[in-house]
T-cell receptor, first 112, second 112 residues
Framework: DAGITQSPRYKITETGRQVTLMCHQTWSHSYMFWYRQDLGHGLRLIYYSAAADITDKGEVPDGYVVSRSKTENFPLTLESATRSQTSVYFC???????????FGPGTRLTVT | SQQGEEDPQALSIQEGENATMNCSYK?????LQWYRQNSGRGLVHLILIRSNEREKHSGRLRVTLDTSKKSSSLLITASRAADTASYFCAERGGTSYGKLTFGQGTILTVHP
């Protein structure tokens, strides 16, 4: 199916565990982004990527790792999950600076 | 980087009335974008206005941009109950990587 997908949609994990959230887009967009959304904070950028093998930090990168070996995939890994990382995570992509972003449906992550 | 600010944080109106939301941003932008989010869903793009544009229309939506004041406004005319959602502005900086920085959002409630 064309579009941008995220998996899993819901995840419950324990403090200290490693968790990877997956993001896949079928448009071959250059740019991909990871955001987290928490009440009172709107959307905050975690990491973004302008192309395969090019990534850069956003506002809140601590505790997260990303990679982009293929244009269509942009996984986000929480190396050692903490309760403060309980949030809704959105992946997005776009073909360039002058274009709109397309958002995935989100992953609701709970860290217990 | 610090997010921009939106005003008001919440807006409650009756069907048929107009809704105006304002956004201030902090950086030199390439463009300013508006998004809508229904409860629990991903974001949907509404309008993109470039830094050299002053006004843009799309259906019942009208967006203005004042780069001298670093501000933008979104006007929804003849609102409907289905317009009830959160609305976010997002500034796209003039950097080579073009990350998108979101405001806190305005929660719009349209009463039938």
């Amino acid at each position: 199916d064309a579009g941008i997908t995220q998996s899993p949609r819901y995840k419950i994990t324990e403090t200290g565990r490693q968790v990877t959230l997956m993001c896949h887009q079928t448009w071959s967009h250059s740019y991909m982004f990871w955001y987290r959304q928490d009440l009172g904070h709107g959307l905050r950028l975690i990491y973004y990527s302008a192309a395969a093998d090019i990534t850069d930090k956003g506002e809140v990168p601590d505790g997260y790792v990303v990679s982009r070996s293929k244009t269509e995939n942009f996984p986000l890994t929480l190396e050692s999950a903490t309760r403060s990382q309980t949030s809704v995570y959105f992946c997005a992509s776009d073909p360039g600076v002058n274009y709109e972003q397309y958002f995935g449906p989100g992953t609701r992550l709970t860290v217990t | 980087s610090q997010q921009g600010e939106e005003d008001p944080q919440a807006l409650s109106i009756q069907e048929g009335e107009n809704a105006t939301m304002n956004c201030s941003y902090k950086t030199s932008i390439n463009n300013l974008q508006w998004y809508r989010q229904n409860s629990g869903r991903g974001l949907v793009h509404l309008i993109l206005i470039r830094s050299n544009e002053r006004e843009k229309h799309s259906g019942r939506l009208r967006v203005t941009l004042d780069t001298s004041k670093k501000s933008s406004s979104l006007l929804i005319t003849a609102s409907r109950a289905a317009d009830t959602a959160s609305y976010f502005c997002a500034e796209r900086g003039g950097t080579s990587y073009g990350k998108l920085t979101f405001g806190q959002g305005t929660i719009l409630t349209v009463h039938p």
